[in-house]
């Protein structure tokens, strides 16, 4: 199993902005995250498949459209997350997450299904 290496979590009051970042392996297709708060389930946040990005093969979950915003640079092997209008209820540990070819990713809700995790940044939105 590829380690993803994540960053960009921090402290934030409501209506900032963050930039999380995730790299990611040759092997791996779907490329997003997940976020887990205190006493709630891993759930699905955004993810793309770096190869297919022109194609506008994205996925975001309902909380966050609008907000989010998933993107990629190829040359970088690097996934960004863009995290605007920032609400308390973001507030969550954030996973990079990544699937290999074959991986359901629209919609990006099955934690079961991820070859790869990072380590999780923690991402606070308080006032």
């Known amino acids: 199993q590829v380690q993803l290496k994540e960053s960009g979590g921090g402290l934030v009051q409501p209506g900032g902005s963050l930039r999380l970042s995730c790299g990611f392996a040759k092997d791996h297709y779907a490329v997003g995250w997940f976020r887990q708060a205190p006493g709630k389930d891993r759930e699905g946040v955004a993810c793309i498949v770096p190869s297919e990005a022109n194609l506008g093969s994205i996925w975001y979950s309902t909380s966050v459209q609008g907000r989010f915003d998933i993107s990629t640079d190829t040359d970088k092997n690097t996934v960004y997350l863009q995290m605007n209008s920032l609400k308390p209820e973001d507030t969550a540990v954030y996973y990079c997450?990544?699937?290999?070819?074959?991986?359901?990713?629209?919609?990006?809700?099955?934690?079961?299904?991820?070859?790869?995790w990072g380590q999780g940044t923690q991402v606070t939105v308080s006032s």
């Open positions: 997450a990544a699937g290999l070819l074959g991986t359901n990713w629209a919609p990006w809700t099955n934690p079961r299904a991820i070859s790869s």
